[in-house]
């Protein structure tokens, strides 16, 4: 079984006032087996962002399949395993830094226990305790 399966997947995207249909990814169709470290590379505009967000249940694609250890990637239960990393995050600015991070824990379904020990952890790493209950927005990026 492969751990990520791409079959014949398309996203369209609808552009501007005459929703023009725009290509981002066109009947786009790979594996990854398990244990294996595969690259993502082309160059700008290339949908590789695109494939990424689909993978991860942040955008549909228009046709196709996305399988996630023999699963729809559409089944949230199927993305457990796998964390991804945006180039552009975003922060709510009007949480503190500690809601920012319970609300992150809280989405990758971390028990409350497990959540608090963690923050505390993390926050002693990074030297933030001391600003642990300032808004993000006070905060240099």
């Given amino acids: 079984m492969n751990l990520i399966e791409f079959q014949n997947v398309t996203k369209t995207y ?6 023009l249909k725009v290509p981002a990814v066109v009947d786009l169709s790979f594996s990854v087996e398990n244990n294996q470290i595969a690259g993502f590379i082309g160059p700008n505009g290339a949908g590789k962002t695109t494939s990424l967000k689909m993978l991860m249940g942040l955008v549909n694609p228009t046709a196709g399949s996305i399988l996630i250890k023999g699963k729809s990637s559409g ?4 993305r457990s395993d796998i964390s991804f990393v945006s180039e552009q995050p975003y922060f709510y600015p009007h949480l503190t830094v500690e809601e920012s991070l319970q609300y992150y824990f809280k989405i990758s379904r971390m028990t409350n226990r497990s ?7 993390v926050l002693k790493i990074l030297h933030l305790c001391e600003k642990r209950n300032k808004k993000i927005k006070e905060l240099s990026k």
């Fill in 75 to 78: 089944i949230p239960a199927s």
């Fill in 14 to 19: 609808r552009k501007g006032l005459r929703s």
């Fill in 115 to 121: 959540m608090h020990r963690e923050i505390d952890r």
